[in-house]
C-alpha cells in the first residue's frame, strides 16, 4: 500500500476549472482511480489510469470535460476538471493498487490505498 495526499479542491462557480492532486512516493508503480462522494448519494468512480498513463476510462458524464494525467517523474496523479457543473459537487478521492501493467480500474473494491478526500464544491 502507499500513503496518498490528495490536494486541489475549493469553491468554484459554474463553468469554471480545478485541478486536483493524488501524490505518494512510489505511485509510478500503481494504477489509479478518481471516485467522488456526493451527498445522498453513493460513491462513484470517475476515472482512471493505468501506471503509465497509456490507458485511461471517464465516466460518461464528465467525458470532455475531465482529464486524467500522470507525472511519473514526481509520482503525481492530476485530476483536471473543466466546465464544472453543480452536479459535480462531492468530496473527490483518489485510490491506488498496483493493477495489471496498462489495465485501471473504476471498482472501489479493486483498490487498497485510499487518500483523505477534497471537497470540490461547484456553485451557480
Known amino acids: 500500500q502507499v500513503q496518498l495526499v490528495e490536494s486541489g479542491g475549493g469553491l468554484v462557480q459554474a463553468g469554471g476549472s480545478l485541478r486536483l492532486s493524488c501524490a505518494s512516493s512510489?505511485?509510478?508503480?500503481?494504477?489509479v482511480g478518481w471516485f467522488r462522494h456526493a451527498p445522498g448519494k453513493a460513491r462513484a468512480g470517475v476515472s482512471c489510469i493505468s501506471s503509465s498513463g497509456s490507458s485511461t476510462t471517464y465516466l460518461d458524464s464528465v467525458k470532455g470535460r475531465f482529464t486524467n494525467a500522470r507525472d511519473n517523474a514526481k509520482n503525481t496523479v492530476y485530476l483536471q476538471m473543466n466546465s464544472l457543473k453543480p452536479d459535480d459537487t462531492a468530496v473527490y478521492y483518489c485510490a491506488a493498487a498496483p493493477l495489471p501493467r496498462g489495465t485501471c480500474s473504476n471498482w472501489e473494491d479493486d483498490y487498497g490505498s485510499w487518500g483523505q478526500g477534497t471537497q470540490v464544491t461547484v456553485s451557480l
Open positions: 512510489g505511485l509510478s508503480r500503481y494504477g
